[in-house]
């Protein structure tokens, strides 16, 4: 082969090569946007941002293996109450895009202060692993599904609990 034609089948293979790890990245990118989105819907108890993102019949698995309906997790969301000092952060482990459908696994991890039974102020934090199906519809990407595969609640640096499915 002559050397003129080396280089660009090499450049080719190369970006052929990558061209995986790039789509990944994006669409990672992509879903951490839409569980901000989530995020900041649930923090306004605005059920019209909300159903921007979850699908109509959105259904989660439980680290218990209960399931439970968009509106059962929204009223949920809605019963938990707001805290200054509370933060709350999704990150997105790994993104994948196949058709009309996506395959996320998603880390969520929060953390607060708040008064034990003792009366003293505790240190509590959580980790909350799922296995999340989206679907593009309507041009949309929406939450279609959500099993939690692992949680962890931590009490002053000690865990207080962990599940794992």
Known sequence: MP???RLPLILAAAFALSAP?????DSAALFQGRYADLRSAMQEKDAAKIAAVLAPDY???DIQGDEHDAAAMTERMGRM???AGRSVE??????AITGDSAAV???????????G???ADHKMELLLRSADTWALRGGTWLLVRSVQKELTVKRDGEVFLHQQN
């Open 21 to 25: 790890a790039h789509a990944e990245a």
């Open 59 to 61: 259904r989660l698995t």
């Open 81 to 83: 109450p707001q805290s």
């Open 117 to 119: 039974p003792d009366g």
């Open 105 to 115: 696994e998603q880390e969520l991890s929060g953390a607060m202060t708040r008064a």
């Open 3 to 5: 050397p003129s034609l």
């Open 90 to 95: 999704t990150k997105v482990l790994s993104a």
